[in-house]
């Protein structure tokens, strides 16, 4: 039994549609569960005296280093959420924006500075997002700060 052409594309456009919406239940299955470890694993965080990004500033761990002085660091982020995503952090340790005191403002301010210049090198000319996860219900899963730089896609609003 042979199908004419409409009942073909007809199958065939089923088949498309059910092909990409299984992709999308997927993609938004693989969102929700990323957020959802992300929560988890700030919830699971402590705000121990150590952390990873303690060890990468003292190069006991590696890491795609893009800029390196004194007083900061900036890095490519191991579980990238753009096409560019890394990560800027002081070298020595602020557990949380909230904890930061008056004398750090300079050092904040060179954090902001810096992700700015390393953007520019990384040619984010279009645009880029500058985000701090702050405690355990901003997501902060690793009680250094950092801030997180994403860009060369559009970025979607609200974030979270």
């Known amino acids: 039994h042979k199908l004419c052409f409409w009942q073909r594309r007809r ?5 498309t549609t059910r092909a990409c919406h299984r992709v999308l ?4 299955h693989t969102s929700r569960r990323t957020m959802a470890s992300e929560v988890d694993k700030a919830h699971a965080a402590s ?29 490519h982020d191991v579980s990238p959420q753009a096409p560019v ?3 800027v952090i002081p070298k020595r340790r ?44 901003g997501a902060q899963s690793v009680f250094h700060l950092h801030l997180h730089v994403l860009g060369q896609r559009q970025l979607g609003w609200p974030p979270g």
Not at 25 to 28: L, N
Request: no cysteine; charged share 25%.
């Open 25 to 28: 239940q997927s993609v938004i």
């Open 94 to 137: 602020i557990d949380m924006l909230e904890n930061a005191k008056e004398s750090d403002s300079p050092l904040l301010g060179k954090l902001l500075y810096t992700a700015s210049t390393v953007a520019r090198t990384l040619n984010l000319k279009d645009g880029y997002r500058v985000v701090i996860n702050d405690g355990k219900h």
């Open 85 to 87: 995503h890394f990560l």
């Open 11 to 15: 199958i065939y456009m089923f088949l």
């Open 47 to 75: 705000n121990e005296d150590d952390t990873i990004f303690g060890k990468i500033a003292r190069h006991e761990i590696p890491a795609k280093i893009i800029f390196e002085d004194e007083e900061v660091l900036a890095f």
